[in-house]
């Protein structure tokens, strides 16, 4: 059997793909259990996190293994195989390994040197023992990755290359400023109470946020993590639960808003961000010019970023709007939204429309002849025919500068649970699983990221060593099982020969024979087991069953029982 690994993560695939292949809870548990009744596969273990998908297992056969693993990431992910096969990456025997340990120590994480790939990797393993879908290779493999990601983490400076996620997120919505210099004062929403909004809570508290607000779908995990951070002794914050349905209102009072559910859809839409910004005004906080307090001062108004507001010149006419065949009035205004653009000319009639653009074009309005107006109509159907709308030219308006951003949005999910839209929102700063991969991409390596990669090689290669000598060991036992049965074989057939020999005599002659059966095999197999650990020493044990006829199995029958007594001997260690 052989270490085969296929997946998917935010260095092969985009982040639209990655959050379309997203694996619920149940969706792990039936894709384990799909994987290890398939025929290639005899263990697996799937890892998954908010950036990448991986499948684990033991299987007999490459190229079937490969198709089967595949297909059935597909299957469970829902996302089609012709479209998902360019980004998934394969990885085998002593490179899955490698892949694996590297994970473990976070050189394959988006933020280098997190440390929270750790625990995510123990829950994969705690999660196949469970389904009893790892057997003796997935459980050594995984336990060592866990060994070699806490000694690049105590033996190198990799954590200063590395943070969590959170905080590297963090630092991205404070944009250059220090992260506990423009933290304290504010008040935190924290939407979900797993283990990454968890940490988003703490490092939220520890960075120096005066209040955190727990959103989750299960209350009582919300009110558990509150008190948590209530009771903590090195924490100056005061938390609170609330229910799901209440997070509309938190919103208008939220500064910073950190969400990271498992929920399959938005949890948080556009226009719910957009109307939590028009009606939630922050104690002390500017008024605008028609006094509406408003969290992000003057000019950050509804609608685009160069949009004019409903309340402003647009809405009402300026002396530059004269003369206009438009009537901008008689648009019914929308919280929220600009009326330029198309929304400003809809159900204008085609007449109107062409005035509109003459007066743009020449600064005059004139009344089109008939046959103007049929060709007019007839230009306008057949662009509207072709862009599915109707053009609208008009002259060129000022941009006006972007508001600094009030609300801070960090979305850690996967797949996301903040519109991507917000972005547009003037005074709001979104920072999702997307744009903090391009930020890291740019993000400059610690010098003990080297020293990482050689713990890694090194372990690698110990592992490979162990994992072949492990291999031949079966062979080893059912070999020296064998001479045994020769020399009981043998001394019962010298007591037939011999029937007046005495007990003395007859445990001498047996002790002497053992003592040389021993003698002859003892060179060989530890040298075989020497070899046998060294890279292409796989086939040393099928030379030692050729060359002493040993029955295959006799061989599978040892290996069987020492997974046994393993398996009892942990069972009873975890009792």
């Known amino acids: 059997m052989s270490l085969l690994v296929v997946g998917l993560s935010h260095r092969s695939a985009p982040v639209s793909v990655l959050e379309r292949a997203t694996l619920s809870a149940d969706a792990q548990v039936k894709l384990l259990q799909d994987a290890v009744a398939a025929e290639p596969a005899a263990e697996a273990a ?65 933020v280098v040197g997190e440390g929270q790939i750790l625990g995510q990797i123990k829950d994969s393993l705690a999660k196949a023992q469970d389904l009893h879908t790892a057997g003796r290779l997935l459980n050594d493999l995984f336990q060592q990755a866990l060994r070699v990601g806490k000694r690049a983490h105590s033996e190198t400076g990799i954590d200063r290359a590395g943070q969590s996620l959170v905080t590297f997120g963090l630092e991205q919505l404070a944009s250059g400023t220090a992260v506990d210099a423009w933290a304290p004062g504010k008040k935190a929403l924290v939407i979900g109470a797993g283990s990454m909004s968890s940490l988003a809570a703490a490092t939220l508290a520890r960075v120096g946020v005066g209040e955190i607000v727990i959103a989750n779908r299960t209350p009582d995990r919300a009110e558990r993590l509150a008190e948590i951070l209530n009771d903590a002794d090195d924490l100056d914050v005061t938390a609170r639960a609330i229910p799901m349905n209440a997070v509309p209102g938190e919103l208008t009072r939220a500064d910073v808003v950190v969400s990271c559910t498992g929920a399959t859809g938005l949890v948080l839409t556009a226009s719910e961000v957009a109307e939590a910004v028009a009606a939630g005004p922050v104690a002390g906080s500017p008024a605008d010019a028609d006094g509406v307090p408003s969290r992000f001062g003057p000019g950050a108004a509804l ?147 080297d020293q990482v990669r050689r713990i890694v090689a090194d372990e690698v290669a110990a592992f490979g060593a162990a994992l072949r000598a492990a291999h031949i060991t079966p062979t080893v036992v059912a070999l020296r099982t064998m001479a045994a049965d020769v020399v009981a074989g043998e001394i019962a057939r010298l007591e037939g020969r011999l029937p007046g020999l005495d007990d003395k005599h ?32 796989a086939g040393y044990a099928d030379a030692l069953r050729t060359l002493f006829d040993l029955d295959q199995e006799t061989v599978d029958a040892v290996s069987r029982a020492e997974d046994s007594t393993e398996k009892n001997s942990k069972n009873r260690g975890s009792a």
């Open 46 to 110: 799937v890892l998954a996190t908010c950036n990448r998908i991986e499948l684990y297992a033991d299987v007999d056969k490459f190229h079937a293994g490969v198709a089967e693993l595949s297909t059935l990431l597909a299957q469970h992910s829902g996302v089609g195989l012709d479209e998902l096969t360019p980004y998934l990456y394969v990885h085998y025997e002593d490179r899955a390994v490698h892949h694996l340990f590297s994970v473990a120590c976070g050189l394959d994480s988006m």
């Open 506 to 537: 007859r445990s001498e002659i047996t002790q002497t024979v053992k003592r040389v059966v021993d003698k002859l095999l003892h060179a060989p197999t530890v040298r075989v087991k020497q070899l046998a650990a060294e890279p292409g020493g």
């Open 303 to 449: 609608g685009g970023t160069n949009a004019r507001s409903l309340t402003g010149p647009a809405a009402t006419g300026s002396a530059d709007d004269d003369n206009c065949p438009l009537d901008l009035n008689a648009v019914p205004a929308t919280a929220g939204f600009s009326v330029l653009g198309e929304a400003a000319v809809a159900g204008m009639a085609t007449t109107e429309l062409e005035q509109h653009a003459a007066w743009v074009d020449n600064g005059i309005a004139r009344v089109p002849s008939a046959a103007d107006e049929a060709d007019a109509i007839a230009a306008l159907a057949a662009a509207a025919a072709a862009v599915g709308r109707i053009p609208e030219r008009r002259r060129p308006e000022p941009v006006a500068p972007q508001p600094a951003p009030g609300l801070f949005l960090l979305d850690l999910a996967m797949p996301r649970d903040i519109d991507a839209a917000v972005h547009r929102i003037p005074g709001v700063r979104l920072v999702d699983i997307e744009s903090l991969a391009d930020a890291s991409a740019d993000a400059p390596m610690a010098a003990d990221v």
